[in-house]
């Protein structure tokens, strides 16, 4: 570890009923781009937290500079040099840029001065930001960039990135990856944590694997391929999602000119959506952040009132019932955030299970709860999904994200839906657990469930939709065939560009 300007040393942190991290030990040199890779619920999150002072090792040490290195606060870090961008943003979408930014700084400047600032740091590091803008008129990626000035105005020495492309466009990486270089080559070490497994090949210069709190592997991330990289994550081969040929059935959503204004002063109202879905068909919906995704999937849940006649299930008109009525005619879905909309925060497994669950796996018996078998399903989630977490009393906010991710999806999948509508599913989650879940929704289709996969990631959904359309502004492109549709083509719908296709097609 010579020459290292952070190195850990054998930290340890265990939680009731967990060992989060167990002995690890790695380095990062000055100028370096170092990965932390493993499956969710690995170690790496709590790592990072203790490098930035959220979180005390139980054992081990960690030096910077060749000096003990013990940060006792967040506070205590960024003054040694160590910034960290964290996979949720923390900012607030009524205040401008320059005011969220003075917020995350010790002692900011006035604020002509820092809007100064931010302009000159963020045109040198090509993240170009207006600091006068509301938060809530920016994109995802503008976001992003927030977060990220917010830190490179400390000047920090180690940047901690978790998860920092998950929201992004593949134009937001191209800008972010350049950025990263730039600051590596001026000597600022980052740390970098991604599911994005090709990404970590293209950025980083080495990686540092865990499994189950256990550093099992080092490497070059450039001379391995993403399986390989997967498979020493898992420690076992990866499954490849697999779809099983048919023919879909019988029309079972239908969504005809659909127009909802948003409940989200910063939202996106729909505008005349129409769509079909058949049973047994994957439906994917692309689209950058902010589209109108959230508004989509609340006007179909039943979150959002909708227009009495413009959603439709198996005939039956559906936009005037609330989301527990949609549920038990067996329209299902699973929201993007989720802790705190998906999940409730405080509440065990069992009581999450049953927040959904009640109804058609029938955990109520004249008013009164069924525990017992609220507990079962919880169960059966836990074990059919592979979450991992001591048991199902433990509570939500206690998973690692992609952990809580895969029971939020199998609390779903598990209540044999007729349409599931999903937003996001494999956000955050590791490259062998996305390929379980994009299994477990083509399975599902094929017992005849009509799927609407909503997802900003290409890939996923080229690999499991049976067909295509894109969100931009709230309007729908008509749905195409996913076979052969080209990059290209898919750009153009998600940029708006959907011509004469816009109009009624039937599907």
């Known amino acids: 570890m010579r020459g290292a300007l952070l190195a850990v040393d054998g930290i340890t942190k265990a939680y009731p009923g967990v060992i989060a991290n167990d002995h690890v030990s790695f380095s990062v040199a000055p100028g370096e781009v170092h990965a932390l890779l493993g499956e969710n619920g690995a170690g790496k999150s709590t790592l990072v937290k203790m490098i930035y002072g959220l979180v005390r090792p139980d054992a081990g040490a960690m030096q910077w500079n060749g000096a003990p290195y013990a940060p ?11 910034a960290m961008v964290f996979q949720h943003f923390s900012l607030f979408e009524a205040l401008n840029v320059a005011e969220n930014v003075a917020l995350g700084m010790e002692n900011p400047p006035a604020m002509r001065e820092l809007a100064g600032r931010i302009r000159t740091v963020s045109e040198r590091y090509g993240l170009p930001l207006d600091p006068n803008r509301l938060v809530g008129e920016l994109s995802a990626g503008e976001r992003q960039r927030v977060e990220i000035i917010r830190c490179l105005l400390q000047e920090p020495r180690l940047l901690i990135m978790d998860e920092p492309t998950s929201v992004l466009t593949p134009q937001e990486v191209e800008i972010l990856f350049e950025t990263l270089k730039k600051l590596s080559t001026e000597g600022t070490a980052i740390l970098y944590i991604s599911h ?4 970590i090949r293209t950025l980083c210069d080495e990686a540092t694997i865990l499994r189950q709190g256990k550093v099992v592997g080092t490497c070059e991330p450039a001379r391995k391929s993403a399986r390989d990289l997967a498979e020493m994550m898992v420690g076992q081969a990866l499954n490849i999602p697999t779809r099983q040929t048919g023919e879909p059935g019988e029309v079972v959503l239908e969504i005809t000119g659909l127009s909802l204004a948003s409940e989200n002063p910063f939202g996106t109202a729909l505008t005349d959506v129409n769509l079909t879905v058949r049973a047994g068909e994957v439906i994917g919906i692309g689209g950058v952040a902010g589209n109108g995704q959230d508004e989509l999937l609340g006007a179909l849940s039943g979150e959002l009132p909708g227009v009495p006649t413009a959603i439709r299930l198996k005939g039956q008109d559906i936009g005037h019932l609330g989301p527990g009525q949609r549920r038990a005619l067996g329209l299902l879905a699973a ?9 409730a925060p405080d509440m065990s497994l069992t009581e999450n299970a049953a927040l959904t669950g009640t109804v058609r796996e029938r955990l109520a018996d004249r008013g009164f709860m069924n525990w017992r078998r609220a507990r079962s399903f919880a169960e059966a989630i836990i074990a059919d999904f592979d979450v991992r977490t001591p ?10 994200g992609g952990n809580l991710q895969k029971f939020v999806i199998g609390r779903e999948v598990l209540q044999r839906p007729e349409v599931l509508v999903v937003n996001q599913p494999t956000w955050g989650v590791d490259a062998s657990a996305a390929a379980d879940i994009r299994q477990a929704l083509l399975d599902l289709a094929h017992k005849g469930t009509a799927v609407v996969c909503i997802s ?21 492109s008509a749905p195409r065939p996913t076979k052969g549709l080209s990059v290209e083509e898919i750009g153009l719908m998600m940029g708006g560009a959907h011509g004469l296709e816009a109009a009624h097609v039937p599907a």
């Open 456 to 476: 900003q990631d290409l890939d996923e959904l080229m690999e499991i939709s049976d067909r295509f359309a894109a969100l931009n502004e709230g309007r729908l």
């Open 72 to 82: 006792a606060s967040p506070h205590v870090a960024r003054q040694t040099g160590v």
């Open 391 to 400: 048991g199902p009393e433990n509570a939500a906010r206690a998973l690692s």
């Open 335 to 343: 929201p993007e955030e989720r802790l705190g909309h998906a999940a």
């Open 196 to 199: 994005k497994l090709e990404e």
